[in-house]
T-cell receptor
Framework: DTEVTQTPKHLVMGMTNKKSLKCEQH?????MYWYKQKAKKPPELMFVYSYEKLSINESVPSRFSPECPNSSLLNLHLHALQPEDSALYLC???????????????FGQGTRLTVV | AQSVAQPEDQVNVAEGNPLTVKCTYS??????LFWYVQYPNRGLQFLLKYITGDNLVKGSYGFEAEFNKSQTSFHLKKPSALVSDSALYFCAVRDGNAGNNRKLIWGLGTSLAVNP
């Protein structure tokens, strides 16, 4: 199984709502990532978890809260978002981080988030 | 500073013709280079990578890339383009000697249009 599964595929939320994005992989990867991507732009790294511990937080606003319950799951909790947070949110995994930096990342299909 | 440049926003090619998508990079240590493709409304898919060894790397869907150390380039190529190759292509690099600072640096992307 070489899939990274993200749910939901689409999400519309109001600025006062709380929602969560979910990501799952069963490749035995020990590094998992959240990226934000605007249309026709490269993905922007948000968070990296390595061995279930938060390794990198790219100065992301606190209205985004990541969680890694176990080595296969990654969540992104959303609260009080702004319209400019509307984007494609991508989850990815790789064998290890920062070791094995030569390994490629596997990406999910993404969650298309719209904040109204 | 680490950087990746994709000098062309858009590449147009006729079906059946060879295609090239250009990428140049700048890192202080040994580069780990990657190409990813993104089809409309989808996540990113890994195409190929260069770690060490042969300068010509073969990847998925008939794509290959040539690593040129003196020109610090890693151009993506395909001998005969298909309409289904139309997508957004991203080049990315990791500095293999950067210790724990091994974040992936992304190019801005090149939109490939293959015309029937």
């Amino acid at each position: 199984d070489t899939e990274v599964t993200q749910t939901p595929k689409h999400l519309v939320m109001g600025m006062t709502n709380k929602k969560s994005l979910k990501c799952e992989q069963h490749m035995g990867h020990r590094a998992m990532y959240w990226y934000k991507q605007k249309a026709k732009k490269p993905p922007e790294l948000m968070f990296v978890y390595s061995y279930e511990k938060l390794s990198i937080n790219e100065s992301v606003p606190s209205r985004f809260s990541p969680e890694c319950p176990n080595s296969s799951l990654l969540n992104l909790h959303l609260h009080a978002l702004q319209p400019e947070d509307s984007a494609l949110y991508l989850c990815a995994s790789s064998q290890d981080y920062p070791e094995m930096a030569w390994t490629e990342a596997f990406f999910g299909q993404g969650t298309r988030l719209t904040v109204v | 500073a680490q950087s990746v440049a994709q000098p062309e926003d858009q590449v147009n090619v006729a079906e059946g013709n060879p295609l090239t998508v250009k990428c140049t990079y700048s890192v202080s240590g040994n580069p780990y280079l990657f190409w990813y493709v993104q089809y409309p409304n989808r996540g990113l898919q890994f195409l190929l990578k260069y770690i060490t060894g042969d300068n010509l790397v073969k990847g998925s869907y008939g794509f290959e890339a040539e690593f040129n150390k003196s020109q610090t380039s890693f151009h993506l190529k395909k001998p005969s383009a298909l309409v289904s190759d139309s997508a957004l292509y991203f080049c990315a690099v990791r500095d293999g000697n950067a210790g724990n600072n091994r974040k992936l640096i992304w190019g801005l992307g090149t939109s490939l249009a293959v015309n029937p």
